[in-house]
């Protein structure tokens, strides 16, 4: 900063060289704190998707509260959605303080999520039709979840970083949750673990996807990754997805299961995994709201959020007060 001058004083670019010179210093940025335009709306973007896909990811699971085969695993999985409700709502108050200062609130994220316009995760637009997705959702799809919010645990803005301390000691515990079910039905009848490999061979193509395609660092792309630059993130998208093969990989084959990908291995030379790709435009598809289980999990969110109407109501005219 120029000797002399207040903040508010500086130009714009003066601003952002300042903003960059603290993120470089390991500083955290907090909600009332000056930041670029495009840092903020990177934050809402990222935060909002965040947030919706915590409250849309408890649905599948929530369809197995009534149906989990014992009493022991109903109250771990009911646990589990509470627990996932719980993260939505803290990451959208987070989004919420970055909205403020654009003149929006909670309920354009809501309105944005029912238009379509704001996507939710691809995992959750899948189907869960037996007990194996219950395992798999939560051992692998939350054990992918570790991995992308862990990367961000240091993250340049401050109530997100602090946010992700909460979610992640909680998707530990979740991930545990799922491996426990995984491994009692490894360990079962041949129609247990038929069952699993099933679950497996359909979840697998979602879970690569999980990540996202490769970003603009990797693909070359003269755009350079905002995220990263701003560090908000620190990896890119293919560097998380070799890092889930690494962790989970070996654990899936350790279990007598078959990785439905016949070209999979690992390149000692190049050091990392080579798969088969996925078709990106079917990724496309899901996050905009054209997969199997998309349009009712929303139509459900939608109901309960009508349904719930009077309560935000109420609260609204308590604050008033």
């Known amino acids: 900063m120029q000797a002399g001058l207040r903040f508010e004083q500086l130009t714009n670019d003066e601003k952002h060289q300042?903003?960059?010179?603290?993120?470089?210093?390991?500083?955290?940025?907090?909600?009332?704190?000056?930041?670029?335009?495009?840092y903020r709306i990177s934050l809402i973007r990222l935060i909002s998707m965040h947030g919706i896909s915590e409250i849309m990811g408890?649905?599948?699971?929530?369809?197995?509260?009534?149906?989990?085969?014992?009493?022991?695993?109903?109250?771990?999985i009911m646990a589990k959605v509470q627990d996932e409700m719980g993260h939505g709502q803290l990451l959208l108050r987070v989004a919420e303080d970055l909205m403020a200062p654009l003149g929006k609130s909670r309920e354009d994220i809501m309105q944005d999520l029912f238009s379509g316009k704001l996507k939710f995760h691809n995992v959750f637009h899948m189907e869960a039709?037996?007990?194996g997705d219950a395992g798999m959702i939560a051992w692998l799809v939350d054990?992918?979840?570790?991995?992308?919010?862990?990367?961000?645990?240091?993250?340049?803005?401050?109530?997100?970083?602090?946010?992700?301390?909460?979610?992640?000691?909680?998707?530990?515990?979740?991930?545990?949750?799922?491996?426990?079910?995984?491994?009692?039905?490894?360990?079962?009848?041949p129609e247990q673990r038929e069952l699993l490999q099933d679950s497996l061979n359909r979840w697998w193509t979602s879970l690569i996807m999980f990540f996202g395609p490769k970003s603009a660092k990797e693909t070359g792309n003269s755009n350079a990754d905002r995220n990263i630059m701003y560090k908000i993130r620190t990896k890119t998208n293919e560097e998380l997805r070799q890092?889930?093969?690494?962790?989970?990989?070996?654990?899936?084959?350790?279990?007598?299961?078959?990785?439905?990908?016949?070209?999979?291995?690992?390149?000692?030379?190049?050091?990392?995994w080579i798969y088969k790709d996925v078709d990106w435009r079917e990724f496309k598809q899901i996050v905009s709201g054209n997969g199997p289980r998309s349009q009712e999990r929303l139509d459900l969110r939608r109901r309960s959020y009508d349904n719930n109407g009077w309560v935000r109501e109420a609260l609204a005219a308590q604050k008033a007060i």
């Open 18 to 38: 300042h903003f960059m010179q603290r993120i470089n210093r390991g500083e955290k940025i907090e909600a009332d704190d000056w930041m670029p335009d495009d």
């Open 58 to 76: 408890a649905l599948p699971e929530k369809e197995w509260v009534p149906k989990a085969p014992s009493l022991h695993r109903k109250l771990a």
């Open 129 to 131: 039709p037996t007990w």
């Open 143 to 189: 054990g992918a979840a570790i991995i992308s919010q862990s990367m961000m645990l240091d993250s340049s803005y401050g109530p997100y970083a602090r946010a992700l301390k909460r979610i992640c000691a909680e998707e530990v515990f979740h991930a545990q949750h799922g491996e426990s079910i995984i491994l009692a039905l490894a360990e079962g009848t």
């Open 243 to 272: 890092e889930f093969f690494t962790k989970y990989i070996p654990r899936i084959w350790a279990l007598g299961l078959t990785i439905p990908d016949e070209t999979i291995h690992f390149d000692g030379e190049a050091q990392m």
